[in-house]
């Protein structure tokens, strides 16, 4: 039988690929076909009006591709040397992997070229059935209307479907992205608090070390004073002139001295008392910096969950709209079926009167 259609049938392209088909499973792995490069070539039935897609290879003679092309299929280039369609009514997906990109390119040329001439032909057909059957039989008028009909119908409810699950991907990653930009901020601001946290420990760390280095020497200079101040007493009581005069003078600047270096310690004690506060008063800002910081974690979370929520309902939507395409194909390739069918009582029926 199929060297009866090779032999009414036309090749008009020829080219030489790996064959792949998908796993019918997994719906994901290819299958190899062949097991080396074998020739695909496309074939046009003049008398039927069809244009197919055949490869043959193998030990024995069998069929690797028999695929009728339809207006509804597509040709997709997945790389640069590697392309695919699908076969509705074969349930199967086939793959074609090339030598070189300019054999990908002109085998993609030649569907195209291929899937506008069926188009043509199917829109003729539809024509001259029309005008035959409007003169010997009314009913077969409808079938060629829903067929007209029928793509545009899937073209509708895909750009509808298409339209939807864009505005869904749009809202899903303004909202991730909200999150992500409150999210950075909000670490941006707690390693700088951290950060300012550590400077500040190290520096209360080492102003407490310098307190009480200073207390001790606060000390040391207050007993200086002291026995500085008796020393002055000693020699006012004794009311001596001359050196001891030069002397007073040398301990009474010496006192002045002191006193000022005790003032100044006095003022870094207050100073660092001072920083001591600001410390406190990070640490509650990186706390509550902390805080919201869990709090975002949290609303994070929450997008998360309604994000995987989304995605499911766009896999659902995905599904259904793809589970609508396949009934629609279906539609499709029982009218297509019909017209055939109607071609041939078509053809009957001249023949008839013509006899």
């Known amino acids: 039988m199929f060297s009866h259609h090779r032999e009414r049938e036309q090749p008009i392209f020829s080219a030489r690929a790996h064959v792949f088909q998908i796993d019918p499973s997994t719906k994901r792995n290819w299958i190899p076909a062949s097991k080396h490069a074998v020739s695909v070539s496309f074939f046009y039935d003049a008398n039927r009006n069809v244009y197919r897609i055949i490869s043959v290879g193998g030990t024995k003679v069998r069929a690797i591709i028999n ?83 029928g793509p545009e119908d899937k073209l509708f409810r895909s750009q509808s479907a298409d339209i939807t699950l864009s505005s869904e991907k749009e809202r899903i990653k303004k909202m991730l992205s909200e999150g992500s930009i409150c999210e950075m901020n909000l670490e941006a601001e707690l390693f700088t608090l951290q950060d300012s946290n550590s400077k500040l420990v190290a520096a209360l760390h080492e102003a407490n070390a310098n307190v009480e280095q200073w207390k001790k020497q606060l000390a040391a200079y207050q007993e200086e004073t002291e026995r500085l101040r008796d020393q002055v007493a000693e020699l006012e009581t004794h009311g001596g002139h001359g050196p001891s005069d030069l002397l007073k003078d040398e301990l009474t600047q010496s006192l002045e001295e002191l006193e000022s270096l005790l003032k100044a310690k006095d003022e870094e004690i207050h100073i660092l008392q001072s920083k001591k506060a600001d410390y406190h008063e990070l640490e509650h800002d990186r706390d ?27 896999n659902n939507t995905l599904e259904d709209r793809d589970r609508m395409d396949s009934e629609i194909q279906r539609a499709i390739e029982i009218l297509d079926i019909k017209i055939f069918d109607l071609n041939d009582l078509r053809q009957s029926l001249v023949k008839l009167i013509d006899k």
Not at 107 to 120: G, P, S, W
Not at 292 to 308: A, F, K, Y
Request: glycine residues 2%; proline residues 4%.
């Open 67 to 149: 695929c009728t092309v339809t207006p509804s299929m597509t040709f997709t280039k997945t790389s640069q040397k590697f392309g695919q369609w699908a076969d509705s009514r074969a349930n199967t997906v086939y793959g074609l992997g090339f030598a070189t990109e300019q054999q990908l390119h002109q085998f993609a040329e030649k569907f195209k070229e291929v899937k506008d001439a069926a188009r043509l032909a199917r829109e003729k057909s539809q024509d001259k059935e029309l005008a035959n059957t409007a003169l010997t039989i009314a009913a077969p008028q409808s079938p060629p209307v829903m067929c007209v009909n």
């Open 288 to 314: 509550e910096a902390i805080r919201r910081l869990r709090e975002m974690e949290m609303r994070n979370s929450e997008l998360e969950r309604r994000i995987q929520n989304s995605e499911q309902n766009l």
